[in-house]
């Protein structure tokens, strides 16, 4: 830990360094593989609650998805509660948590290989970049039916080029 210039004590890396005491704890207490490997990533990644607010929906969506979200969330609550008490993040993805309840906070695909295929796209590591592009649009709200996602591929992407 170090003191910067306003007496505020820092603690840089903390999040690494706790990933690895973390791990370290956890195999000495015989927990699971897979109990340390998610507890292990979730303290790694505390951090990114900070940039909940700038993240894009559709960022924000595969963020809430991830299946430690909740046990993140706690986390990141009492993280607050035992430092700056600041909950302004944490009460962000309860309201956020609350407006995406309605929906799959992530939906079925709207397109798959076979879809780019049939418009003659030749399948290889571009169809990922595609898909991926159609499913960050679906997640923000502008693609919504299949038919605008096929005509978004068609718009976008040449499709006389092997891709």
């Known amino acids: 830990a170090t003191v910067d210039k306003t007496g505020r004590i820092r603690f840089n890396e903390h999040d690494r360094i706790g990933a690895a005491m973390t791990e370290a704890i956890m195999r000495r207490l015989r927990f699971s593989g ?35 979200f909740d046990d993140e969330l706690e986390l990141h609550r009492v993280d607050c509660e035992s430092s700056h008490r600041m909950l302004d993040n944490y009460e962000f993805l309860l309201r956020k948590r609350e407006e995406f309840a309605n929906e799959p906070i992530i939906p079925p695909p709207l397109l798959r290989g076979d879809d780019l295929i049939a418009l003659g796209l030749k399948p290889g590591p571009k169809f990922g970049e595609i898909l991926e592009a159609v499913e960050t649009r679906q997640l923000e709200g502008t693609l919504r039916t299949r038919e605008e996602a096929l005509e978004w591929v068609k718009r976008e992407h040449s499709l006389g080029r092997n891709e």
């Open 34 to 68: 897979a109990e340390i490997e998610a507890t292990v990533e979730m303290v790694r990644q505390h951090m990114v609650f900070k940039d909940v607010p700038k993240m894009r929906v559709a960022k924000l969506k595969r963020f809430m998805a991830r299946p430690t």
